[in-house]
């Protein structure tokens, strides 16, 4: 049973273009969650999403930022006219359902320079 | 607010020794579930281990076990014979209370850098 996927797994963006960041959740998970790592920080929640529906929002920056889940394919995380900020490790979970537990992707490492 | 702490971020030990991670946690939950995960160099994160708050019995998964005090709101994480492939970060992690929403988004402690000697 593959794990999380998440593609690309390193990006270099220059300020001002466009990054668009895909998860693919596990067999079975109609559940996905997006996390940011800052450097030598812990996790941050952006996003919770199900198919077709973003369910929690309250952790994505108010601007530049978006995701979806369609019905078909796989999630994706864009963040428009990137920043230096910007830069970090964007994690994507996905999990069963509720309370069920989630399971982490590898991670895009994102670079703006 | 829910909060989660960790207070060493730091810890070394010699390989094959025994280390314990400490956690500290604050819910006005009853019903609620928390989380050790692990994130070594490969930067990938890992669960090592889930408890479920209405079980007395503590969570144990091969040289992983917890110490879930439920009244003191805390959640160490054990390791008994380490192994150099245990050097890591830990986090552990709490679903965050959302009214409208659920507990589904997880809140991270900052996290305890684990050093195994050879």
């Known amino acids: 049973n593959a794990g999380v996927m998440q593609n690309p797994r390193h990006l270099v963006r220059r300020r001002g273009q466009e990054a668009r960041l895909r998860c693919s959740p596990m067999k079975g998970h109609s559940h996905v969650y997006w996390y940011r790592q800052l450097p030598e920080e812990g996790l941050k929640f952006m996003v919770y999403l199900q198919k077709e529906n973003i369910i929690d929002e309250s952790g994505m920056p108010k601007e530049r930022f978006s995701a979806e889940f369609p019905k078909e394919g796989p999630s994706i995380l864009r963040i428009q006219q990137v920043v230096r900020g910007d830069s970090a490790a964007y994690f994507c979970?996905?999990?069963?359902?509720?309370?069920?537990?989630?399971?982490f992707g590898p991670g895009t490492r994102l670079l703006v320079l | 607010a829910q909060t989660v702490t960790q207070s060493q971020p730091e810890m070394s030990v010699q390989e094959a020794e025994t280390v314990t991670l400490s956690c500290t946690y604050d819910t006005s939950e009853n019903n609620y579930y928390l989380f050790w995960y692990k994130q070594p160099p490969s930067r990938q994160m890992i669960l090592v281990i889930r408890q479920e708050a209405y079980k007395q019995q503590n969570a144990t998964e091969n040289r992983f076990s917890v110490n879930f005090q439920k009244a003191a709101k805390s959640f160490s994480l054990k390791i008994s014979d380490s192994q150099l492939g245990d050097t890591a970060m830990y986090f552990c992690?709490?679903?965050?209370?959302?009214?409208?929403?659920?507990?589904?988004?997880?809140?991270f402690g900052t996290g305890t850098r684990l050093t195994i000697i050879p």
């Open positions: 979970a996905s999990s069963r359902g509720y309370q069920e537990t989630q399971y």
């Open positions: 992690a709490f679903p965050t209370e959302s009214v409208n929403f659920g507990n589904e988004k997880l809140t």
